[in-house]
């Protein structure tokens, strides 16, 4: 077995902390009736579309834990685990600012070709 791509561990460090960020907001919210970053733009966009921002303190939870789920999928090489990592990625470019750009990178280094072999190299592997 080939040693796993630099792109991947960028995506693992990149993506936890995408996760903690999207889990502390969520727990804040929650446990303090507020927000962090009152000035935070993806705060201002969800009011300016209509929505209770107060409504959001579970799904950031739930997408930061599937953050977690998501690389521990693709490091124990399970068959999901790159298509969670694909989806929770693009959901996460929803979280402005600071989650838009990690999860940028996320995107940029699991689509990477050494990625993506390694990656597609790891399920062949199982199957065969």
């Known amino acids: ?17 995408s996760a903690i960020l ?13 927000f962090r970053n009152p000035d935070a733009l993806w705060l201002q966009w ?4 209509g929505i209770n921002p107060f409504g959001l303190a579970w799904p950031w939870i739930v997408l930061g834990i ?3 789920s998501a690389l521990c999928g693709i490091w124990v090489k399970l068959p999901w685990g790159r298509w969670v990592l694909w989806i929770v990625c ?5 979280y402005l600012e600071m989650g838009t750009i990690l999860a940028a990178f996320v995107l940029i280094a ?10 597609k190299e790891s399920h062949v592997s199982e199957k065969g």
């Open 90 to 94: 693009i959901l996460s470019l929803l």
């Open 1 to 17: 077995m080939r040693r796993p791509p630099f792109g991947l561990y960028l995506a693992t460090i990149l993506g936890l902390i």
């Open 22 to 34: 999207l889990i502390w907001e969520g727990l804040y919210i929650c446990l303090f009736t507020g």
């Open 110 to 119: 699991i689509a990477l070709p050494m990625s993506q072999r390694w990656i």
């Open 66 to 68: 599937s953050w977690v």
């Open 46 to 49: 969800t009011v300016k579309l």
